[in-house]
């Protein structure tokens, strides 16, 4: 079969999760009902954050970013898919195709340097809190998030430049609910070995230094915790730390999930299913964790929402 080039056809038919017609009105609410309480959860958190003083500390700030993150990274799939559903058509364009993988890997790639970085803030409040406040100062927080960004960015700039130098034949039908490197390599007509090598060495590397930084961090703070002598003082060094804890576990362990399935060892729908909790269970989940467990952050929350309600009845009032 002759490879062709990509322009002329344009176009990729994305096949979902299911083609079975009984589950789309299922499929359909289920994920318009978590897109609605991701985005509107995480911009509460966001808002919630801005408005309250008390919460303008590192650890915070880089909360809001993650929950921020999280918003766009739902964002670049699941719409697509909801829209998909509703209309009974799954095609996507090529252009379209490049910009929605590309979008994917900044976000996810966020996500990841996010979590990092919130690993080494809880390394400095529990190992040095007496250099705290000089180390982590607004101005190094606001590098940190845009070094990860233009590393997010440069990421998925070069992984988009690898896919635009594949071809493909007349099967341009993906086996997914959204575009990524490893679906456009499995229907390429084109030699995909460098492009493969490149992408798991690339995916590899930013999750291995990251995940390096993750274990160092933790690795000084159980050592720090171990040497304070109360036992109040130990549960408090690792009630700041569960709710990260729990959020990496998702993070890697869902992206470890679908990191596997995209070699081959899964069926394609089985892959696709593990990606939904990777793109859609894992940014509802991690905020709200973070959120329900923290005590300053539900008084935010509970302050904000206090707020809002105050100014809609004075609003009300004024009407009536």
Request: glycine share 4%; hydrophobic share 50%; net charge neutral.
């Amino acid at each position: 079969m002759k490879p062709e080039n990509i322009s002329d056809t344009a176009k990729f038919v994305l096949l979902g999760l299911s083609d079975d017609p009984h589950l789309q009105p299922i499929l359909f609410g289920l994920f318009l009902s978590m897109y609605l309480v991701t985005v509107l959860g995480n911009l509460l958190i966001i808002l919630a954050v801005i408005s309250d003083s008390h919460l303008h500390t590192p650890m915070y700030f880089f909360l809001s970013n993650l929950s921020l993150a999280d918003i766009c990274f739902i964002c670049t799939t699941v719409p697509k898919m909801i829209v998909d559903i509703s209309t009974h058509s799954s095609v996507i364009f090529y252009v379209s195709c490049l910009m929605q993988m590309s979008l994917f890997i900044i976000f996810g790639c966020m996500d990841d340097m996010l979590l990092t970085v919130m690993a080494y803030d809880h390394f400095m409040t529990i190992c040095h809190p007496l250099r705290y406040n000089v180390i982590m100062n607004p101005k190094l927080c606001w590098l940190l998030v845009l070094l990860y960004f233009i590393i997010s960015v440069l990421d998925a700039l070069f992984l988009t430049s690898m896919a635009l130098r594949l071809s493909f034949c007349t099967n341009l039908q993906i086996s997914h609910f959204f575009c990524a490197m490893d679906q456009l390599l499995k229907i390429a007509c084109s030699d995909i070995l460098i492009n493969t090598i490149i992408e798991y060495l690339v995916t590899g590397l930013l999750g291995v230094v990251p995940l390096s930084g993750i274990i160092f961090s933790y690795t000084q703070i159980v050592s720090s915790v171990l040497k304070i002598p109360s036992a109040g003082g130990k549960y408090k060094a690792f009630s700041i730390c569960g709710s990260h804890l729990i959020g990496l576990s998702l993070f890697y362990g869902t992206g470890f999930e679908v990191y596997l399935s995209s070699t081959g060892a899964q069926s394609p729908r089985k892959s696709a299913i593990i990606s939904v909790l990777y793109t859609v269970v894992t940014p509802t989940m991690i905020s709200f964790i973070y959120s329900l467990r923290n005590k300053n952050m539900l008084r935010g929350l509970g302050k904000f929402i206090f707020r809002i309600t105050s100014f809609l009845s004075y609003v009300r009032c004024l009407y009536y």
